[in-house]
T-cell receptor, first 112, second 113 residues
C-alpha cells in the first residue's frame, strides 16, 4: 500500500540555518504530495503542495520539489526562524483515493 | 471562509461519561474526516464521510465510538462510555474532492480522568 517515510526528529537548528527535512514515498500511479505544519496546540495547516512530477510547491520561504525518479518530496528553507519551530508532516494523496497518507511527522526546534 | 470549526476546544470528563465532539466543515467540501492524535500513536484516521455518508470507519477503535453527519454542515463524534485511554486531541478535517488537500480544524483536547 501507499506509505510516506520522513526523517526522524527532532531536528535542532540555530536561527538562519538551512533546513532540509527528507520525505520519500511509495505509491502507485501519480499521487499529489503535501507538506503540513503543526504549531504547538494547533491543528495541521497546509504549507505547500505539488500535484505532478517536477512541480515545485512553495510558501513562506519553504520549498519542496516533486521528484518522481527518486520518489521524494524534501522540504527546504534557506534561513529558518525561531517561529518555524513546529512539527512538519509529509503526506500523499493517491489518485482515486479519498484519504491522505501521512508520515509520522518531524519536529523542528530552532534556537535564537 | 471561517475554516473548519470544532467544539469544544477542551473537554475534561470522568471515566464512564458520554462525550460528544462537534465539527462544522468548510462549506462546499464533500469530504469530512475525523482523526485522533496522541504522542504514542501519532495521527490516526478514525472515520470519513463523503456527502454525509460514512465511507470507511475501520479506524474507529471500538464500539464505544460512533460518528454521524446529519447534514453537510455538521458532524459529531461520540464516545460512550469514555475511558482514560481515550484522552487525545481529536481533529476534524474537510476536503473538496477525493485525494485533495485537507483542511484541519483546531482540534478538541479530550482528557478523561
Amino acid at each position: 500500500g501507499d506509505s510516506v517515510t520522513q526523517m526522524e526528529g527532532p531536528v535542532t537548528l540555530s536561527e538562519e540555518a538551512f533546513l532540509t527535512i527528507n520525505c520519500t514515498y511509495t505509491a502507485t500511479g501519480y499521487p499529489s504530495l503535501f507538506w503540513y505544519v503543526q504549531y504547538p496546540g494547533e491543528g495541521l495547516q497546509l504549507l505547500l503542495k505539488a500535484t505532478k512530477a517536477d512541480d515545485k510547491g512553495s510558501n513562506k520561504g519553504f520549498e519542496a520539489t516533486y521528484r518522481k525518479e527518486t520518489t521524494s518530496f524534501h522540504l527546504e528553507k534557506g534561513s529558518v526562524q525561531v517561529s518555524d519551530s513546529a512539527v512538519y508532516f509529509c503526506a500523499l494523496g493517491a489518485s482515486g483515493y479519498s484519504t491522505l497518507t501521512f508520515g509520522k511527522g518531524t519536529m523542528l526546534l530552532v534556537s535564537p | 471562509d471561517a475554516g473548519v470549526i470544532q467544539s469544544p476546544r477542551h473537554e475534561v470528563t470522568e471515566m464512564g461519561q458520554e462525550v460528544t465532539l462537534r465539527c462544522k466543515p468548510i462549506s462546499g467540501h464533500d469530504y469530512l474526516f475525523w482523526y485522533r492524535q496522541t504522542m504514542m500513536r501519532g495521527l490516526e484516521l478514525l472515520i470519513y464521510f463523503n456527502n454525509n455518508v460514512p465511507i470507511d470507519d475501520s479506524g474507529m477503535p471500538e464500539d464505544r465510538f460512533s460518528a454521524k453527519m446529519p447534514n453537510a454542515s455538521f458532524s459529531t463524534l461520540k464516545i460512550q462510555p469514555s475511558e482514560p485511554r481515550d484522552s487525545a486531541v481529536y481533529f476534524c478535517a474537510s476536503s473538496r474532492r477525493t485525494g485533495d488537500e485537507q483542511y484541519f480544524g483546531p482540534g478538541t483536547r479530550l482528557t478523561v480522568t
